[in-house]
């Protein structure tokens, strides 16, 4: 059985996202075998991070025949988040239905590209009705809602892919914040955004400019509204002091404490990942 040892702390940030790129490129240079996710030495994850990590199991089961081993031990104590939010359930195979009496975890789910009322019920009732977002205002409870609306419809238009899409989150009452990570697996921001822009006078040619084109409300659609999801997030998270993180393309991406950084990932995936942190809560 071929392993992949996780190491003891994977946080929200692009040192935990190398670690996933790690485990998946680790795991896709086999076919038709086990492999055991080794959480022996793992102290602590962040369990909005279950999105991700499930994101790429379900592309190496589909394409390279893997079946995955998780020790049911490694997901006792402090680690039983991963039972309370699904993700145990779903990587061993469990079929009882998970529940979060803490009510500190928004459960790990998986929407098909084209179920938009599903994922859109998900975000009204899962996200947006936790205990993590009560002080949340409520039309700002909407633009967030609409604004997830046109980056979900957008995945089906853009992202060139049949994968679902992957959601999570988890709720951290000492620090005030609820952490909200939402994945898919198709082409990332800058295939289509450099296609847009190869004629313009200042063309997009790499991720982190992609990102930055889209954040800013830009839109590869011609015939129609659109751009604006990310950036109401963005203009929600500079008036909360509140946190955005986008994957894609190789480049982590992340607006935080009111500053932008942009750091290269080595060994990534075709995908996008978005991580929503809201503070103050």
């Keep these: 059985m071929q392993t992949f040892t996780f190491p003891k702390r994977v946080l929200t940030d692009c040192a935990g996202q190398q ?124 633009k967030v809602k609409n604004s997830y609306f046109e980056i979900f419809s957008n995945v089906d238009l853009h992202a060139n892919t049949s994968y679902p899409v992957l959601s999570c989150g988890q709720f951290f009452p000492q620090q005030k914040e609820l952490k909200f990570s939402m994945i898919d697996l198709g082409d990332g921001f800058l295939k289509g955004i450099a296609g847009f822009t190869k004629d313009l006078p200042n063309p997009i040619t790499n991720g982190a400019d992609a990102i930055r084109w889209a954040v800013n409300g830009n839109s590869t659609k011609k015939d129609a509204a659109g751009g604006t999801g990310l950036k109401k997030i963005m203009m929600y998270c500079h008036k909360s002091n509140s946190a955005l993180h986008i994957i894609s393309d190789g480049c982590y991406w992340a607006y935080d404490h009111g500053k932008i950084e942009t750091n290269n990932l080595k060994n990534n995936f075709a995908g996008t990942i978005i991580h929503l942190i809201f503070r103050g809560t």
């Design 19 to 142: 670690v996933l790129c790690d485990f998946y490129h680790s795991a896709k240079q086999y076919h038709d075998c086990w492999f055991k996710i080794d959480w022996e030495i793992l102290e602590y994850m962040e369990a909005n991070l279950s999105a991700v990590l499930l994101a790429l199991v379900h592309r190496l089961k589909q394409e390279n025949n893997l079946k995955f081993y998780l020790d049911f031990s490694h997901l006792q104590g402090g680690k039983n988040v991963f039972w309370r939010n699904g993700l145990g359930h779903y990587i061993c195979n469990k079929v009882e239905k998970p529940t979060d009496q803490r009510e500190s975890t928004i459960p790990v789910r998986a929407f098909n590209i084209k179920d938009v009322d599903s994922f859109s019920s998900y975000i009204e009732r899962d996200l947006l009705r936790h205990r993590g977002v009560e002080s949340v205002r409520f039309h700002d409870k909407e």
